[in-house]
């Protein structure tokens, strides 16, 4: 398989990642339960040829040495701007973080928030995750240029988080990777993609993906910190005017009636208490909350867990309310809570033992 190496970059290891490097062990139990065995999903077949590579660079990283009485990390080397997907004439890219020495590694495929897939908080999970032997993929599906949000956008979501997990299980299958053992990771806006490449997986051909084989269910999922409500601002005005159709957008996330029958996998859920700021409810029949609840279902298992007590949907009330809905459905989830802001630089470790767990069913 042949690489493109025309913008060799150097990888910093800040302190706070070296730090994080150093103690990526599995959580407390408190944190992370061990995951239950699960029935494996069919492992995927090698495609007749290579998954093709576009416009990459591979770099060598460096890991900081681990304390005498832990293990030692390992090696893995980035490969940057890997196309997966075109959309108009545009290269949709991801970065891949491969462990140095043989296989076969667990696959990750870990979507990234409003920033970019090469941001600190995305970028910090998935080197740990890589220097404990698994093979990360980290596909670019938003950027500053998704809002205002249409219809259109989601259906791009859609394409691009099934065609990305495809993706990489099909390359992972070829350099060392086992894609009978995905974990899927989202933060923050990135729980959306995550959702829907797990709960709402697209199994047609997508146009413009580079492969034709649809994903394989994935064994675990780990959610982190997300509007699982669509509660933001940035949605009001695609509620305003497509509300039906936002409703079952919505619905495809929390609704378990919408998910399919055969969802056989662990979920790791967790909230910072301080993270996005929260909305208030306001008036049950006339404001934002109404759009997004038409038939007051969502309200009502708030109220039952007292979530609405405040009279505000966040991060917080939103993660238990997809909690209990998981649960509902016969799925096994953990979740926790956490102090202090809206970020994963500072749960490192603890959510690379979820992503442990979650692949080792």
Not at 35 to 55: D, M, Q, W, Y
Not at 200 to 210: K, L, V
Not at 259 to 288: C, I, M, Q, T
Request: aromatic fraction near 8%; include cysteine; charged fraction near 20%.
């Amino acid at each position: 398989m042949q690489y493109a190496t025309n913008r060799p970059r150097t990888i910093m290891m800040v302190t706070a990642l070296a730090l994080a490097l150093t103690a990526c062990g599995s959580p407390s139990d408190s944190d992370a339960s061990p995951a239950t065995a699960v029935s494996s999903p069919p492992s995927v077949a090698p495609s007749t040829a290579p998954v093709p590579i576009s416009e990459s660079t591979v770099t060598t990283a460096s890991v900081s040495p681990a304390p005498s009485d832990a293990p030692s990390p390992e090696p893995f080397t980035e490969t940057s701007d890997v196309v997966y997907m075109t959309v108009d004439g545009r290269d949709v890219s991801m970065d891949i973080y491969t462990p140095v020495g043989e296989g076969p590694w667990p696959v990750v495929v870990a979507f990234h928030g409003l920033g970019t897939k090469e941001d600190d908080t995305n970028a910090a999970v998935a080197a740990a995750a890589a220097a404990e032997g698994m093979i990360v993929f980290t596909p670019t599906w938003v950027d500053e240029h998704s809002f205002p949000a249409t219809l259109d956008s989601f259906n791009l979501w859609r394409s691009e988080a099934s065609c990305a997990v495809a993706f990489a299980q099909q390359y992972a299958g070829q350099v060392g990777g086992d894609p009978s053992r995905t974990a899927l990771y989202g933060f923050s806006a990135g729980v959306g993609p995550t959702l829907f490449a797990s709960l709402q997986p697209i199994i047609e051909p997508i146009d413009g993906c580079m492969v034709d084989e649809p994903p394989t269910a994935a064994d675990g999922v780990v959610l982190g910190d997300g509007e699982y409500l669509l509660y933001s601002e940035h949605f009001d005005g695609i509620f305003q005017t497509d509300a039906a159709a936002m409703q079952e957008e919505l619905g495809s996330m929390v609704d378990p009636g919408r998910w399919p029958s055969d969802v056989n996998a662990k979920f790791y859920l967790w909230v910072a208490e301080n993270g996005v700021p929260a909305r208030r409810v306001g008036d049950p029949g006339a404001d934002w909350f109404a759009l997004r609840d038409p038939d007051g279902s969502i309200r009502a298992d708030l109220e039952q867990l007292g979530e609405l007590e405040d009279g505000t949907v966040g991060t917080v009330d939103s993660g238990r309310l997809l909690e209990s809905r998981l649960v509902g459905a016969g799925l096994d989830v953990s979740f926790a809570s956490y102090p202090g802001a809206h970020t994963t630089l500072d749960k490192v470790p603890d959510l690379i033992g979820y992503l442990q767990a979650a692949v080792s069913g």
